[in-house]
């Protein structure tokens, strides 16, 4: 193998071999990397485009900087909540008992396909609890695997695989920002809250018909990442590339200050521990398990509470939070522009009393049925969500025409978070930004996975469309619910 091909992590002769799709797959990721800017440029860009769309709606210049100014710290609980996912699930996954999880599910598989399945189905799983978990520790689980160099497994397959759970079901989980956002109404901008109300996970992501979604997705992309692992000599392992796969655990300091003993000490994790079992006890006892956790609130803090205790020490714990911190950068500064977004569309009225949202709102009822509305967005919001990657902000700029005209045609509210939800997670699937995690720590460009992501993302689409199509048929619209 030539030292431009273990660069390239391409075997020789291969790239002649590589098939339409998978070519056309490789393109768009180069042409991606080179030319896509960071995620803030499209929220601002997008800010931009809605108060241009404002004003030439007939709202005046000064209604819409009122209109920036006021939303733009509207959903700062919001934003701070989804900082919260990215850090608990980040420190769960680092966590010392976590890396002698995965030492124990890397011994699991026999085969490198098998290895590949294998990772495809933890991460997805993973994925429903929380999106940050389900990233790093499936990379994590990929590295353990490519140690086992027996299984000769493909790395670059195995590294889509991890990536499944963001790129496939995570919107469909505990994580889902949507299905949160309208769950907790002190999470909901004003003007969105006041249009629909409150959504519960009843009505969201513990909907039948949203679980079997997830279920049939499940089974779908285990079996692609299966059938599409190369074997046998076909498969780049990661000694092939040259990619050091041990896993390397960070070593606590010795403490060399007096004044250090309580960093290293567990008191203070059980004492904080204990005072938040007492509050969960009464949490899950006064209310519905299905209430409580859906307060986001409080899933933060169930998860914030698991890293202390799996690392036990506030000193590694701090040390983790620490490295999980830069995972949330885009969210902290892109979500205030949205809430802005959010405020200028509905807010900022302009001919005849109507606002951008209104004007949007009727386009989609003028275009759409009661039982074609699911599809229609579901296409849209795919296709916003390869040129927006938010993480479930881009919700916030969608929801407030979305929603009214979901309102206007009687389509069933949760069920319309749920098309978002299961459309948003479609071009993860191929959309650099979101890989970037995961990349650094399997040390791969995204050209070296996107070919095997880029097929689940033709496989998925006409499923996952006529699965929106489908379920929405047996749900009855409800008006919006105002506590």
């Keep these: 193998m030539s030292i431009e091909t273990i660069k390239s992590g391409t075997p020789a002769g291969e790239s002649a071999e590589q098939g339409f799709l998978a070519r056309v797959a490789l393109g768009f990721t180069g042409w991606a990397e080179k030319w896509f800017p960071d995620s803030f440029i499209f929220a601002a860009v997008a800010v931009a485009i809605v108060a241009g769309g404002a004003m030439i709606n007939g709202a005046s210049p000064m209604a819409v900087s009122k209109q920036f100014g006021l939303g733009f710290w509207s959903i700062i609980p919001f934003t701070m909540q989804m900082a919260f996912v990215a850090i608990t699930g980040y420190v769960v996954a680092s966590s010392p008992p976590a890396a002698r999880l995965i030492e124990r599910l890397a011994a699991v598989p026999t085969t490198g396909r098998g290895a590949v399945g294998f990772v495809a189905l933890i991460s997805i799983l993973a994925s429903m609890l929380n999106w940050g978990l389900s990233l790093v520790f499936g990379s994590l689980l990929v590295k353990a695997l490519a140690g086992r160099k027996e299984l000769?497994?493909?790395?670059?397959?195995?590294?889509?695989?991890?990536?499944?759970?963001?790129?496939?079901?995570?919107?469909?989980?505990?994580?889902?920002?949507?299905?949160?956002?309208?769950?907790?109404?002190?999470?909901?901008?004003?003007?969105?809250?006041?249009?629909?109300?409150?959504?519960?996970?009843?009505?969201?992501?513990?909907?039948?018909?949203?679980?079997a979604m997830f279920v049939v997705l499940l089974i779908i992309s285990v079996a692609i990442a299966f059938a599409s692992a190369p074997i046998g000599n076909k498969a780049v392992t990661a000694q092939?590339?040259?990619?050091?796969?041990?896993?390397?655990?960070?070593?606590?300091?010795?403490?060399?200050?007096?004044?250090?003993?309580?960093?290293?000490?567990?008191?203070?994790?059980?004492?904080?521990?204990?005072?938040?079992?007492?509050?969960?006890?009464?949490?899950f006892t006064s209310k519905s398990w299905i209430t409580a956790i859906s307060g986001l609130n409080t899933y933060n803090l169930v998860f914030l509470m698991l890293g202390f205790v799996l690392h036990w020490r506030p000193k590694a714990f701090l040390n983790a939070v620490a490295k999980a911190v830069p995972t949330t950068t885009g969210v902290l500064i892109?979500?205030?522009?949205?809430?802005?977004?959010?405020?200028?569309m509905v807010a900022a009225k302009g001919f005849g009393g109507l606002s951008l949202s209104d004007q949007i709102a009727h386009f989609f009822v003028a275009i759409s049925t009661h039982d074609t509305f699911p599809v229609v967005m579901g296409v849209?919001?795919?296709?916003?969500?390869?040129?927006?990657?938010?993480?479930?902000?881009?919700?916030?700029?969608?929801?407030?025409?979305?929603?009214q005209a979901a309102i206007e045609l009687k389509v069933h509210l949760g069920w319309t978070v749920n098309v978002y939800n299961a459309a948003e997670a479609l071009p993860?699937?191929?959309?650099?930004?979101?890989?970037?995690?995961l990349l650094g720590i399997l040390s791969l460009k995204a050209r070296d996975v996107v070919g095997y992501t880029f097929l689940q993302l033709l496989l998925?689409?006409?499923?996952?469309?006529?699965?929106?199509?489908?379920?929405?048929?047996?749900?009855?619209?409800h008006p919006p619910v105002f506590p």
């Design 240 to 283: 092939d590339m040259n990619i050091d796969v041990e896993i390397k655990t960070a070593e606590l300091p010795k403490r060399d200050r007096p004044g250090e003993w309580l960093e290293y000490s567990p008191l203070l994790t059980v004492i904080i521990v204990g005072l938040t079992l007492g509050w969960m006890l009464d949490e």
């Design 460 to 477: 998925h689409l006409p499923v996952v469309l006529f699965m929106l199509w489908l379920f929405a048929l047996g749900l009855e619209y």
């Design 334 to 344: 892109q979500f205030p522009l949205y809430g802005s977004i959010t405020a200028i």
């Design 380 to 403: 849209y919001s795919a296709i916003l969500g390869l040129f927006i990657p938010s993480g479930g902000g881009k919700w916030l700029l969608e929801a407030p025409y979305i929603m």
């Design 152 to 211: 000769r497994m493909d790395y670059r397959a195995a590294a889509a695989a991890a990536y499944l759970g963001l790129g496939a079901t995570w919107a469909l989980g505990l994580s889902s920002s949507a299905a949160q956002l309208h769950a907790n109404p002190t999470s909901l901008p004003p003007a969105l809250f006041k249009l629909v109300g409150i959504i519960p996970f009843t009505e969201t992501i513990f909907l039948w018909q949203s679980i």
């Design 428 to 437: 993860n699937l191929i959309n650099p930004f979101w890989m970037l995690p």
